[in-house]
């Protein structure tokens, strides 16, 4: 393998549990819900992926329980902003801090250990093509998932039925309530999907880009995912050029600091997170547009009419 597919390999890798995590935020935002709880869900889903591969030996059961914890997760945010109208913003953070916490104590246990790798899938034949086959057929398995999740959350949103109807929520949920629309039930799907495809994300940091548990190693890409979703204007395939270029982002400080080019590799470490901040900015210059494609009700709690 050469040197450029190495970078590319490793961009893929970086921008996989973003892309993830950021796909599934669409999804719950598009509903008219806001999350802020995302790296809360990442960071529960990595530390529980590490700790059932490293009891049972399995990284794929790893895999699963990750989803699992981010699942469980979400459906402690929803029964808290959907059932019992708690702030949702308030809720998010407040979760973020319990996850951050939770995954520390559950995670001591591991530290230092070594991590199980999950293994990549080759496909017969397209694996073997040149330069591409390596780098888009010999991926692991989570990889395989969130290409899957852009291209069905892409297809859901603009092709389908009940895609329509959670677009139609997220922008006036009341109406779509009087149409007969069930609006909690489909919020709480929006949500129980949002948490975990940041589960599985978590899991992919865990068990994949660097295999171990390290406190705190989701590194802020909650909230990366977070500003991904704006970035990409509430749109699957935005979200997966941005989330790509957001690993470049990443992976091209490392290959900077590899270098020993003559700037502080703090400022290097902090590229990933001011292309976070410029982004937003230029998103603020053009609100207008913003503001058009947001949905109407996001972040407004809903109690049927008795």
């Not at 393998?1 to 995590?21: E, G, N």
């Not at 702030?87 to 104590?105: E, F, R």
């Not at 058009?292 to 996001?298: F, G, K, M």
Request: proline share 4%; hydrophobic share 55%.
């Amino acid at each position: 393998m050469d040197m450029t597919q190495a970078i590319v390999l490793t961009i893929m890798t970086a921008a996989t549990p973003l892309l993830l995590a950021a796909i599934g935020e669409l999804v719950v935002e598009r509903s008219g819900v806001l999350n802020l709880g995302v790296e809360g869900m990442m960071i529960m889903g990595a530390v529980a992926a590490f700790a059932v591969a490293q009891i049972t030996g399995s990284a794929g059961l790893g895999a699963i329980s990750g989803l699992i914890a981010g699942l469980l997760f979400s459906l402690l945010f929803g029964l808290l902003t959907l059932t019992l109208v708690a702030n949702q913003v308030a809720t998010g953070l407040a979760l973020t801090i319990l996850g951050l916490g939770l995954s520390g104590m559950i995670g001591e246990a591991f530290i230092g250990l070594p991590g199980l790798k999950l293994a990549a899938i080759e496909i017969p034949v397209l694996s073997q093509i040149p330069f591409v086959g390596p780098i888009l057929f010999n991926q692991d398995p989570i990889f395989y998932v969130s290409i899957l999740a852009v291209v069905g959350v892409n297809w859901f949103l603009f092709k389908s039925r009940t895609g329509l109807r959670l677009r139609a929520i997220g922008d006036n949920h009341s109406s779509a309530h009087a149409l007969g629309v069930k609006v909690v039930r489909t919020r709480y799907l929006a949500v129980m999907f949002g948490g975990a495809c940041a589960g599985l994300a978590g899991a992919h940091l865990s068990l994949v880009y660097t295999p171990q548990w390290v406190e705190n190693m989701t590194a802020g890409r909650g909230w990366i995912a977070l500003a991904l979703v704006v970035f990409a204007s509430w749109r699957p395939t935005r979200v997966l050029a941005g989330a790509y270029l957001f690993g470049a982002v990443s992976i091209g400080q490392l290959h900077a600091q590899a270098l020993g080019l003559g700037i502080p590799s703090q400022f290097l470490s902090a590229l990933p997170y001011l292309a976070t901040i410029a982004v937003l900015i230029i998103i603020s210059l053009n609100r207008r547009m913003t503001l058009i494609n947001t949905p109407a009700s996001l972040g407004k709690s809903f109690v049927p009419e008795r």
